[in-house]
């Protein structure tokens, strides 16, 4: 089974609570009401009306190339603080290469994530460690994928387990709050749902990027 092992920031004592950045400005974003909905009918995603507020989003996001972040981790914080600075509701789009991608192309990824919200009811990916705008899903993936297929999105995790030698690779959408591929499998075969955000794993993101020059080190964090 593929899935990542939470137990060692559960035990680390400096991931015991979540720092939300105050220094992170207030942003005001038009929006539009939407009737898109993913995994969880109940969770509406925003609706964004101009793809400019999304890039001034985009841009105030935290990233640190010299960390040794996960992308599930950065993808999480980005996640947490759009809502924080404009009750940004975004999904996660996860990128899973395939058993199939991976052997006739040589490829070592397993899978990729980052946030993906609504701009006029179409899809935009928001990645700052790769992009420096919002892309559509189709350029995010071809970005990691050079023989560029096309994904197709499953609605549960066992779409994806039970058929990775028929594509190459699949999308999966879910709400922001979900942080790393062993949710999608706990909500998909045992319905756990997760509707808000968990401190350890916001505390487990922002400790992965703590070496960045911009970080505001906080004692006992």
């Not at 701009?119 to 560029?148: A, L």
């Not at 955000?197 to 992965?208: H, L, P, Q, T, V």
Request: glycine share 0%.
């Amino acid at each position: 089974m593929k899935f990542i092992i939470k137990i060692l920031f559960l035990l680390s004592p400096s991931l015991a609570y979540a720092q939300y950045d105050d220094s992170l400005p207030d942003i005001t974003v038009r929006e539009q009401p939407t009737a898109i909905r993913y995994t969880d009918p109940t969770f509406i995603p925003t609706n964004l009306s101009d793809i400019r507020d999304a890039q001034r989003v985009m841009s105030e996001l935290k990233d640190n190339s010299r960390s040794r972040s996960e992308c599930f981790q950065r993808a999480h914080l980005w996640a947490m603080e759009m809502n924080q600075m404009a009750k940004i509701r975004s999904e996660k789009i996860f990128l899973f290469f395939t058993d199939r991608y991976q052997r006739e192309y040589g490829f070592s990824w397993w899978f990729h994530v980052a946030t993906l919200v609504l701009i006029n009811n179409e899809e935009f990916v928001i990645d700052p460690r790769f992009f420096d705008h919002p892309v559509n899903t189709q350029e995010w993936s071809d970005f990691f994928m050079p023989s560029h297929p096309i994904c197709k999105t499953v609605s549960t995790y066992q779409e994806y387990e039970n058929n990775e030698e028929a594509e190459y690779c699949y999308f999966r959408k879910i709400p922001m709050y979900y942080f790393e591929p062993s949710d999608i499998e706990a909500r998909d075969k045992s319905n756990v749902v997760v509707d808000h955000w968990i401190d350890w794993e916001i505390s487990s993101a922002e400790d992965a990027l703590r070496n960045a020059p911009w970080w505001k080190r906080i004692t006992g964090h």
